[in-house]
């Protein structure tokens, strides 16, 4: 079992390319479409974020995008075995990837837990007149300061278990049984639910306004480092690029499967869904400041509990309320859903392959072991302290450091960048030229190290949303610390008894040294 699951040619594939393309959607379109864009967009200057957000999509999120793919299908591993493959010493950056996969894992199957808690609560508006209070003494039972508490919060400890069970059972069952079937399911039925939703929205009296919100550029704030770095991780975050998942999914693609042309339907139909997400909330934003009589400005809201706390307030005061707050969340957890399996995949994947375990035992023991961790930290009182700053540090920090380091070793430590290229060339119909590696090779890196050393300075000179030192350096940096330990402490344990020498590349380097263009 273990060397057909790991070799390069009895590995399982996906049933067919749009199972693939299926899967990939599945993984990028979730909370961080839904939740954490426009809380993000709203936070970094509104309408002024989407030109650094599209600037970012095309100098980084597309050609990363294609960087996991070509990386996930030469070399046919989750990210620490394809990163070995490609170069022995890049292993440890898979495994940093990894780190992050299950760091981002334990707390984004807390917020799909709010959420169906939330769907339930749609019906009948449960949340009553003061959504705030009900989101953080009722519901969460938040404790004043940030602080680390056991105490589990029965509310969400049970959605949460839910949550986990069902990853459990989808993982063992494999990539095309299990994985890819949810996904068939889960994507066009998130498309029907939610493009309903929109369609609602936008047509409640105020859309208009919120719709100004959200596309009236503020110049001003493109001036702002801030706003750079946000789009930058956003872009990452929502593509689920630089977190290895793509080279995990993509290991699992046919050889000959065309590579380009999928990512760019993925990376198109992810940010769609992202902007009309964005215009869905921003219009029913504008009906609520206009219910209110307030300015949308006035609404105070802040990113993690946009849909939370303003959300529900908006369908309380909406007619026929009931259906939109069944849309809103039941999307929020199909679309958390089938990228919690991504992270988690790509998580049990890597664990099983350096190991030598089966898919079962990878799936079950990561699974327990994520389970535990998300209770412990995220299903207790201080859940929401925590979940916000490790949101945080992990991806304005780790993932952007993630980036930096796997396209400067790919394209100058390794010089494998061009290799990479023509292998994407030899089988897609939409051809590379060299502007892609000078995007990954030198505009990228420039762009992203600028802006991690500026958010670097930022965190340490200001903190983070005026929470205490130790706190930050615990969950904060401490995050951070984590992966990179982690990181280092699983290169270094020794392969469970696997062996590379059958490995080859296809295609081969030699075909590849014809194909130069
Ligand atoms: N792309 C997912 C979202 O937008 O919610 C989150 C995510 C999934 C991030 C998988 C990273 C990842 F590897």
């Known amino acids: 079992m273990t060397e057909t699951a790991t070799s390069g040619a009895q590995r399982q594939t996906w049933t067919s390319n749009r199972g693939f393309i299926l899967a990939a959607i599945g993984s990028a379109v979730g909370l961080g479409n839904i939740w954490r864009f426009p809380g993000v967009a709203y936070e970094s200057g509104g ?6 957000y599209l600037i970012a999509l095309v100098t980084a999120g597309l050609p990363i995008l294609f960087l996991d793919y070509s990386i996930g299908q030469r070399f046919r591993g989750a990210a620490p ?22 760091i981002i894992s334990v707390y984004y199957a807390a917020v799909i837990a709010w959420a169906l808690s939330y769907f339930y609560f749609s019906f009948g508006n449960q949340w009553g007149a003061n959504t705030k209070t009900f989101f953080e003494n009722d519901y969460l039972h938040v404790t004043e300061k940030a602080g680390v508490s056991t105490d589990l919060v029965a509310g969400v400890a049970w959605p949460l ?44 009296p105020g859309a208009t306004d919120g719709l100004n919100a959200l596309f009236t550029p503020n110049w001003g704030a493109l001036t702002d480092l801030n706003v750079w770095i946000a789009a930058y991780s956003q872009i990452f975050f929502s593509m689920s690029i630089a977190f290895g998942i793509m080279i995990a999914y993509s290991s699992f693609q046919r050889r000959r499967a065309n590579m380009t042309s999928s990512g760019l339907v993925v990376g198109f139909a992810n940010s769609s869904f992202e902007i009309l997400a964005g215009i869905g909330v921003f219009s029913a934003l504008g009906f609520l400041a206009n219910q209110q009589g307030k300015g949308m400005d006035e609404l105070g809201m802040s990113g993690p509990t946009l849909s939370f706390v303003t959300f529900p307030a908006v369908i309380s005061e909406m007619p026929g309320s009931v259906l939109f707050g069944v849309l809103f ?10 990228s919690l399996v991504s992270l988690v995949v790509g998580v049990s994947i890597a ?54 380091v796997m396209t400067v070793s790919v394209v100058w430590v390794a010089r494998k960048g061009d290799l990479l ?24 890196p420039i762009f992203l190290t600028v802006m991690l050393v500026q958010k670097v300075i930022d965190l340490i000179t200001d ?31 020794s392969w469970g008894g696997r062996d590379d020498e059958d490995f080859h590349a296809w295609p081969s380097e030699e075909f590849l040294e014809g194909q130069k263009r």
């Open 47 to 52: 309408g002024a974020f989407l030109i650094p």
């Open 81 to 102: 075995l394809a990163l070995r493959r490609l170069a022995k010493r890049a292993e440890v950056i898979g495994w940093f990837q990894t780190m992050l996969l299950f």
């Open 161 to 204: 278990a839910a949550v986990w069970v069902l990853i459990i059972v989808i993982l063992a069952l494999g990539i095309a049984n299990g994985v890819e079937k949810i996904n068939v399911i889960g994507i066009p039925l998130l498309i029907l639910g939610f493009g309903a939703l929109v369609i609602r929205a936008v047509t409640l």
């Open 329 to 338: 969340f039941g999307s929020l957890v199909i679309a958390g859903f089938t």
């Open 351 to 404: 664990v099983q392959e350096k190991f030598g375990l089966s898919q079962r035992t990878a799936a079950v023991t990561v699974g327990v072991v994520s389970a535990v961790v998300s209770f412990s930290l995220f299903a207790t009182t201080t859940g929401l302290w925590t979940l916000d700053t490790v949101d945080q540090y992990a991806n304005n920090v780790g993932v952007v450091l993630s980036a930096i």
């Open 421 to 444: 290229r023509r292998h994407l060339n030899a089988i897609s119909t939409f051809k590379l030229g060299r502007w892609w590696l000078v995007l990954i090779g030198v505009v990228g």
């Open 463 to 493: 903190g983070y949303s005026g929470l205490p030192t130790w706190y930050l350096n615990v969950f904060g940096w401490g995050t951070v610390g984590l992966a990179v330990v982690g990181a280092i402490l699983l290169t270094v344990a």
